[in-house]
């Protein structure tokens, strides 16, 4: 009788021992199912957080530079020739395409340079006025020579050079926006 209870006994221990180490090995899969999901899942949201991030980790606004005209086209030029370009604006997903008036012209030296229409006093367009040999802003009568030095009249600077490159033949100008009222250049945009 005892040692009938003492079999029982110990076959409730293996039995609790069996079962316990099922359980571990239950759990330890288990966790290992977890980390292995856990793994998966961070590898498969890399792909979704740079597409959901890419227009906050890119440069807000980027500027592409723009054809101008062949450079055969401005070989002869006496006085500033105006151009309008188109000009892509890329905002993170967004694309905008604007169009800008420039003015192709010469230095001292002969060399090509393109202003920005845009006076550097108040913003108004200023257009070159071939009678007096001069661009002359209508707003607040600011006066500059062909090739953009400032004359006279409340701007504190010459007409604003833009950046240029030849590609291809293709006179290519990159544009900016500058700072109004002040007399160095000073891009905002
Ligand atoms: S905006 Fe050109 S002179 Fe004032």
């Not at 040999?133 to 020579?145: D, E, L, R, W, Y």
């Amino acid at each position: 009788m005892g040692e009938d209870a003492g079999c029982s006994e110990n076959g409730t221990l293996q039995a609790s021992a069996s079962g316990l180490s099922l359980e571990s090995r239950r759990s330890f899969l288990g966790v290992l199912l977890g980390l292995g999901s856990v793994f998966v899942g961070a590898l498969l949201s890399i792909p979704l957080l740079r597409f959901a991030l890419f227009p906050l980790l890119r440069r807000t606004t980027e500027l592409k530079s723009s054809p101008v005209g062949a450079v055969t086209e401005f070989s002869s030029l006496t006085e500033p020739s105006m151009r309008t370009i188109q000009i892509e604006l890329v905002d993170g997903w967004r694309k905008a395409i604007s169009e800008k008036a420039v003015y192709v012209t010469k230095n001292a030296k002969g060399d090509l340079r393109v202003l920005t229409s845009i006076c550097p006093h108040l913003g108004c367009t200023v257009p070159w006025n071939k009678e007096k040999n001069q661009f002359i802003c209508p707003c607040h009568g600011a006066t500059f020579t062909s090739d953009g030095t400032r004359v006279s009249g409340p701007s504190q600077r010459g007409m604003d050079t833009l950046e240029t490159s030849v590609q291809d033949g293709q006179l290519m100008v990159r544009f900016q926006y500058f700072r109004q009222l002040v007399s160095d250049k000073e891009v905002i945009g």
